[in-house]
Each structure stands twice: as structure tokens, then as C-alpha cells.
């Protein structure tokens, strides 16, 4: 029987380097679109968020853009100006958001939207471990069935270092070309492991649990194709508060997977050493 190929050195790298992670903010969206039960938390929320960060995108490219476009130019390429200053306009939109309003307005509602997904899809035991979740299973609504959000339940803590890594790598979008990648992909890495928050707490971790299972290799890349794609749909105007919902249940989507991941691992590892005594 002849032996498989082995992996190239570029298979071997892409492997432990991009995963799947960075569909889950997309399969976010899609869960919203086809389950209805849990549309009624976004309708609550969406119309003066979206009003709100609305006025906030007219106010910045009504008085800011043009100027920044004018700046851009003196050392930019024809066309590349007006690139980076709606990224850099749309950056400084998403920064004043998530300062003034997303921690305020939304964070109790993100809990909501991914403990009910959680529940959803079998992971009850895990959303009881932090709030009460009804038993009724002839009841098919999670929202329903999960109580009211105990003390401190936070989907993704505000966090002043990443205010301030925001303001500092924004003038990235003033580099040509490879600015406005740069900025996506820094200020990812350091989102993803906030948007798995509310899965660190309903596992129980601590600091130290939490920073180890952060910064393993594989988890680090994960985060940083989750948080980067989060970050585009950031970018999205009029629509990146509607996002930032949906990214709640995609977020749950990746926690879920994780699980099964974890369990499949266990199951190997059970089956081998059961295979070594034999």
C-alpha cells in the first residue's frame, strides 16, 4: 500500500496559521437571517443605534474627510487619498462608537444573543454555570428559556489599552497600500480574544487560565482572522451596529465549535490510550 504524500512546508504553515475562525463573524450574520427566535433582541436595539452611529459617520465625513483627503494627498498616489482617509474617517467612526455607546447600549444585549445560541445548540450546561436557564424543553424559544443575566455579565469588557492601541495605530491608514491591512490586522488580533469574553467566563477562567488559553499558537491565530474580519464589518457604514450584534451569535457559533473540537480531542485521546492497554 503506498504511504501518502507528506505535507508541503507550505501546507505544514498554512495549517497551524489559518483556520476557519474568520468565517464566524459571517455565519453571525447568516444565523440572524435563519433563526428567527432571536431576531426580536436586534429589533429592540437597532433602530437608534443605527441613527446614532449614523449621525456620527455624517457628522466625521462632513467636516473631517475632505481636510483628511487634502492631508492624504501631498505624498499619496492618485486615487489612494481618498482610500485611506474613508478608512481613516471610518476608523475614528468606529473608535467614538464602541467609546460612547457599544458598552453602554449593547453589551447586555450581546450577552443575551450568545447565551441564547449557546443554549440553542446544546450548551445549556455551560450558560448555567453563570445564569438560570429554564428546563422546559418542549419550550423551542432559548430566549425564553434563559434567566435573567447575573451580576457583572459582560460579552467583551471595555478595555482602555485597546482604546488607546486604536488611536494609536490609526494614522496607519495615512501608509499607502499597506496601511489600511496593517490597521485591520493589528487591531484584530487584539478584539478576537475580547469577543470570546463571555465564553472565558462561562468556562470559569481565571487570568492566568484565561492568558494560557489565549496565547497558544493555535488560538492566537484564530483570534486574529476572527477579530480582523470583525474589524472590517466594523468598517461597514450605517450598518456596523447591526454587525456588532450579529457578531455576538458568530462569536457563540466559534465557541460551540471549539467545544466540539475540545470533545473530539478528548475522545482520541481516550481512544488511544484505551488502544495502548489493549
Known amino acids: 500500500m503506498a504511504q501518502s504524500k507528506p505535507p ?3 501546507q505544514r504553515f498554512a495549517r497551524a496559521n489559518f483556520t476557519s475562525s474568520f468565517l464566524y463573524p459571517l455565519k453571525g450574520i447568516y444565523y440572524f437571517a435563519t ?40 505624498f499619496h498616489y492618485s486615487g489612494s487619498a481618498w ?15 464602541s467609546m460612547l455607546f457599544e458598552a453602554l447600549f449593547v453589551d447586555g444585549t450581546q450577552v443575551d444573543i450568545f447565551d441564547a445560541v449557546m443554549v440553542a445548540e446544546g450548551y445549556e450546561h455551560l450558560v448555567k454555570t453563570r445564569r438560570p436557564v429554564a428546563d422546559d424543553i418542549e419550550e423551542s424559544d432559548p430566549v425564553k428559556r434563559i434567566g435573567p443575566r447575573e451580576k457583572g455579565a459582560t460579552f467583551a469588557p471595555f478595555s482602555l489599552r485597546q ?22 490586522l493589528l487591531t484584530g488580533y487584539r478584539a478576537g480574544p475580547f469577543l470570546n469574553w463571555r465564553y472565558f467566563q462561562l468556562k470559569g477562567f481565571d487570568k492566568k487560565q484565561r492568558n494560557q488559553y489565549i496565547k497558544t499558537k493555535k488560538r492566537r491565530f484564530e483570534y486574529l482572522w476572527f477579530g480582523t474580519v470583525y474589524m472590517v464589518l466594523q468598517l461597514i457604514p450605517v450598518l456596523s451596529m447591526l454587525l456588532l450584534l450579529t457578531s455576538a451569535a458568530g462569536s457563540a457559533l466559534w465557541s460551540v465549535h471549539v467545544e466540539r473540537e475540545l470533545a473530539l480531542m478528548a475522545e482520541e485521546q481516550v481512544a488511544g490510550e484505551y488502544s495502548d492497554d489493549v
Not at 35 to 43: A, D, K, S
Open 35 to 74: 433563526h428567527r427566535y432571536i431576531q426580536p433582541l436586534l429589533r429592540s436595539r437597532l433602530l437608534p443605534l443605527t441613527l446614532l452611529s449614523t449621525c456620527i459617520l455624517a457628522i466625521l465625513f462632513l467636516t473631517a474627510y475632505l481636510p483628511v483627503v487634502a492631508f492624504l494627498a501631498l
Open 8 to 10: 508541503s512546508a507550505l
Open 83 to 97: 482610500v485611506n482617509g474613508t478608512f481613516f474617517i471610518l476608523g475614528i467612526g468606529t473608535l467614538l462608537t
Open 163 to 184: 482604546i488607546v492601541e486604536l488611536i494609536v495605530l490609526l494614522p496607519l491608514n495615512f501608509v499607502p497600500f499597506a496601511g489600511v491591512p496593517l490597521f485591520l
